[in-house]
T-cell receptor, first 114, second 111 residues
Framework: NAGVTQNPKFQVLKTGQSMTLQCAQD?????MYWYRQDPGMGLRLIYY???????DKGEVPNGYNVSRLNKREFSLRLESAAPSQTSVYFC?????????????FGQGTRLTVV | LAKTTQPISMDSYEGQEVNITCSHN???????ITWYQQFPSQGPRFIIQ???TKVTNEVASLFIPADRKSSTLSLPRVSLSDTAVYYC????????????FGSGTRLQVQP
């Protein structure tokens, strides 16, 4: 039972390059999220998926796209990386009910764009 | 979604009890109060959730007064390993069904 697994753990990109961050969960949760966390800051929601087959924008979606491939997997894509996207990216899952506030986070992907 | 206010940072020493208070004046009737802990280079981890009065688990206690406009996370006898950022969250963004994190309280425990 791995919980929430993110890959890669670290990545360095050049400006303009593209990449996909992978997230997989084995908790059978409906809801999945992508957050970014800049140094010394809280987490900001990029995109979320309330259930398989649906995705929606969060607070800071510009420059990103997502795919909810199936119930287990939710990927985040940077089409043309920019230095402003240097951050730590966290994937999270939640059972998805209105009162359930227990989310489970992956270990994060530390991305540097040069 | 109710806005939360908590101290930016706190310092403590090993063995002391630490209380972190969070204000949430606009909490809605259906909102639960949740606290997360985040260690450096790790994702946040759920600590405790409550609706009213007091909740206790193996990690912490959560005190919520009758008006629910604030809450206090209590960590008994902290150790160096409790050094982390603690986030207070209120409710769920029902539109996005997501959790909104503020900047949290950075707790530094010293020997």
């Amino acid at each position: 039972n791995a919980g929430v697994t993110q890959n890669p753990k670290f990545q360095v990109l050049k400006t303009g390059q593209s990449m996909t961050l992978q997230c997989a969960q084995d908790m059978n949760h409906n809801s999945m999220y992508w957050y970014r966390q800049d140094p010394g800051m809280g987490l900001r929601l990029i995109y979320y998926s309330a259930s398989e087959g649906t995705t929606d924008k969060g607070e800071v979606p510009n420059g990103y796209n997502v795919s909810r491939l199936n119930k287990r997997e939710f990927s985040l894509r940077l089409e043309s990386a920019a230095p402003s996207q240097t951050s730590v990216y966290f994937c999270a899952t939640r059972r998805g009910t209105e009162t359930n506030t227990e989310a489970f986070f992956g270990q994060g992907t530390r991305l540097t764009v040069v | 979604l109710a806005k939360t206010t908590q101290p930016i940072s706190m310092d403590s020493y090993e063995g002391q009890e630490v209380n972190i208070t969070c204000s949430h004046n606009n909490i809605a009737t259906n909102d639960y109060i949740t606290w997360y802990q985040q260690f450096p280079s790790q994702g946040p981890r759920f600590i405790i959730q409550g609706y009213k009065t007091k909740v206790t688990n193996e990690v912490a206690s959560l005190f919520i007064p009758a008006d629910r406009k604030s809450s206090t996370l209590s960590l008994p006898r902290v150790s160096l390993s409790d050094t982390a950022v603690y986030y207070c969250l209120v409710g769920v963004d029902t539109g996005r069904r997501a959790l909104t994190f503020g900047s949290g309280t950075r707790l530094q425990v010293q020997p």
